[in-house]
């Protein structure tokens, strides 16, 4: 296949699946299966192009982070909770993140465990939808300290590929009493800070490949998944908000299962 064309269907994968809770790094690793390319050769890309659905969120909220921005100058007990609660929560995935580098890396190459984790995943999203009282708390703004850090800490499961990190981040949210609306925008703004660090490592450990442009997937590969994304990203945040606030995160679940019992079959195969 065209790697420029690849790196569309990534983009569109990615843009598609990042923020609803079905897991985009396992889909980007069961689509290095179906469309059949070597997943090691476009790990770089599949991190990168991340950034494009996190733009994505800039763009969708920049009220809310011009208004925390104004807030923190005039030094509102808002805008410096947000802050403190994005903090609280971002600061588990550092850890762990730094600390497991190297296993988290050998199970992005298990395509078996995202089936069997999107199977897991969905069942525990139709747990928590039938168990969750309805949430009190609204506004990340207004989010007591230990509920921003249980999210955090929550947000480490997608270190397990097919876990989902918008999944884990939201079904624990509403798990501790927040709203769905707030509980997936957190889940959007968690986002920020968490993939910039994962981009961050990633164009770290691979800077010298991608500044010789040795590789088969070079910088136009990556720029053209980033715009992708970043387009696909943007539609997806305003629907999915929205519906998810009157209906509910069954549907996503309900997918999870049966994506995950066809790919344990296909794979078994």
């Not at 588990?92 to 995202?114: E, N, R, T, Y």
């Not at 708390?137 to 249980?150: D, F, H, K, S």
């Not at 609306?181 to 957190?186: I, K, L, M, S």
């Not at 770290?204 to 990203?233: C, E, K, Q, Y």
């Amino acid at each position: 296949m065209d790697l420029i064309v690849t790196a569309i269907l990534l983009g569109i994968v990615e843009g598609l699946t990042e923020f609803i809770p079905v897991s985009s790094t396992g889909h980007l690793i069961l689509a290095s299966e179906i469309f059949g390319y070597d997943a090691q050769t476009w790990a770089v890309f599949n991190v990168v192009i991340q950034l494009g659905a996190i733009l994505a969120v800039v763009v969708q909220y920049w009220r809310t982070f011009w208004a925390v921005g104004m807030g923190l100058l005039r030094l509102e007990q808002t805008a410096i909770r947000f802050v403190v609660n994005l903090l609280a929560a971002f600061i588990p995935a550092v850890v762990l993140g730094l600390l497991f580098k190297d296993q988290i890396h050998m199970l992005l190459g298990s395509p078996k465990v995202v089936a069997w984790a999107l199977i897991a995943g969905g069942v525990a999203i139709l747990t928590v939808e039938r168990l969750a009282k309805p949430g009190a708390y609204v506004g990340l703004g207004q989010l007591p300290l230990r509920q921003a850090l249980g999210v955090g800490v929550l947000q480490c499961l997608a270190m397990i590929p097919g876990v989902s990190r918008s999944g884990a981040t939201i079904m624990g949210a509403l798990a501790m009493g927040i709203d769905r609306r707030t509980a997936a925008e957190f889940s959007f703004f968690l986002a920020i800070p968490t993939m910039l660090g994962a981009t961050t490592l990633e164009l770290l450990d691979n800077r010298a490949a991608l500044m010789a442009g040795t590789g088969p997937v070079g910088w136009s590969h990556i720029a053209v998944g980033f715009a992708v994304s970043f387009v696909v990203a943007l539609a997806v945040i305003k629907v999915f908000v929205a519906y998810v606030s009157r209906a509910g995160f069954a549907p996503f679940a309900w997918y999870r299962i049966a994506a995950g019992a066809l790919a344990v079959f296909l794979l078994s195969r």
